[in-house]
C-alpha cells in the first residue's frame, strides 16, 4: 500500500512540472509558417487520353494538393484504360507519390488559377500488380507563362504513353 501511495505522490509531483517544461518550450518554438503558397487541383469531370502508339484511351479522374516550396503532393484518383476498340483493358485507382515540378500561370483570383503541375503515380490496377513511375502533367491553360499546351493531363511512363488530350478541364486553387 506504501508503494502505491508513494508513487501517486511521485506522479501528482512530477505531472504539473512536465506541463510547464512542455508548455514553455511550445511557448519558445518558432512558429510553423509555410515557405510558399499552397496549391489544390481539380481534375473536372473524366480526363480522356489517347496514346498514338496504341490508340488506347485513358480515362482519369482525381483531385490533390501541394506544396511547390516544400515539394510535396498527395493526390489521389480513379481511372480505366480502353482498347481502341472500346473494350475495357485495365481499371483501378491511382495515388502521387512524388512531387516533380510546378510552373504557376497565375490567375484572376485564389480560386482560378493556371498552371503546369508534374507528378509522380503509382497506379493500382484492380486485379494486377501496381505500377509505378508514371508522370502525370495536369495543365490548366488560365493565366500566362509556362509552356503552353492542351487544357488537361497526360500521362507516361509503364502504364502508357497518353499523350493526346481528348478532352480536358483542370484548375489550380491557390490555398494561401
Excluded at 13 to 39: E, I
Excluded at 97 to 110: A, E, I, K, L, Y
Aim: some cysteine; glycine content about 14%.
Amino acid at each position: 500500500m506504501k508503494i502505491q501511495r508513494n508513487w501517486f505522490v511521485a506522479a501528482a509531483l512530477l505531472l504539473p512540472l512536465l506541463f510547464v517544461v512542455f508548455s514553455v518550450s511550445l511557448a519558445l518554438a518558432s512558429p510553423a509558417v509555410a515557405s510558399s503558397p499552397t496549391y489544390s487541383f481539380d481534375l473536372t469531370g473524366p480526363q480522356t487520353n489517347k496514346d498514338p502508339g496504341t490508340n488506347n484511351t485513358l480515362a482519369l479522374t482525381g483531385a490533390g494538393s501541394f506544396d511547390p516550396g516544400a515539394g510535396t503532393v498527395v493526390a489521389s484518383g480513379a481511372f480505366a484504360i480502353f482498347s481502341s476498340s472500346g473494350s475495357p483493358l485495365s481499371s483501378g485507382t491511382w495515388k502521387a507519390t512524388g512531387f516533380d515540378s510546378f510552373c504557376s500561370r497565375g490567375g484572376p483570383n485564389s480560386g482560378t488559377q493556371g498552371g503546369v503541375l508534374v507528378i509522380t503515380v503509382t497506379f493500382f490496377p484492380h486485379g494486377g500488380e501496381p505500377i509505378t513511375g508514371a508522370a502525370i502533367t495536369v495543365n490548366c491553360l488560365v493565366g500566362t507563362g509556362c509552356s503552353p499546351g492542351a487544357e488537361g493531363i497526360t500521362v507516361t511512363g509503364s502504364v502508357g504513353n497518353f499523350t493526346d488530350v481528348v478532352h480536358g478541364r483542370t484548375l489550380f486553387h491557390l490555398n494561401q
